[in-house]
């Protein structure tokens, strides 16, 4: 009988592997620079595993931080904007880095900025629209 839902449970698993049914994978490509994101607007499925190749051709670190639904930096970006990050991650100036992270789960326009002290006044800001 053990033996009996053993192979029930081979077959339920195999069945969800083939289905598909797990989150979704994408692919994003961001180059950094003094002062901006290129490109500057992002769209991925909502819960999708997200896999981001980041490169920064700038001269100084740059961060890729993407804020929660419905919050915006208020700048200068401080501590009362680190409760309201979602996502964040750092490249050192001339590094490429691929990390991955779970797209959030709500549809929306997600606010995406580089949290290093003045670069959101000079630009770097972004849109993950999560579909
Ligand atoms: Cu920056």
Do not use: R
Not at 32 to 61: H, I, Q, R
Request: include cysteine; aromatic fraction near 10%.
């Amino acid at each position: 009988m053990k033996k009996f839902f053993g192979v029930i449970l081979f077959v339920f698993v195999l069945a969800l592997a083939l289905s598909g049914c797990g989150p979704k994978k994408v692919t994003l490509n961001v180059n950094l620079k003094d002062f901006s994101f290129t490109p500057n607007s992002f769209e991925v499925p909502a819960g999708s595993e997200v896999t981001l190749n980041m490169t920064n051709d700038g001269t100084v670190t740059h961060e890729y931080v993407i804020m929660m639904l419905g919050k915006k930096v208020t700048t200068p970006f401080s501590d009362d904007d680190e409760p309201n990050i979602f996502w964040e991650h750092e490249v050192e100036k001339g590094a490429s880095e691929t990390v991955t992270f779970t797209a959030p789960k709500d549809p929306g326009e997600y606010q995406v900025v580089c949290g290093i002290p003045a670069h959101v006044e000079q630009g770097m800001v972004a849109t993950l629209v999560v579909k």
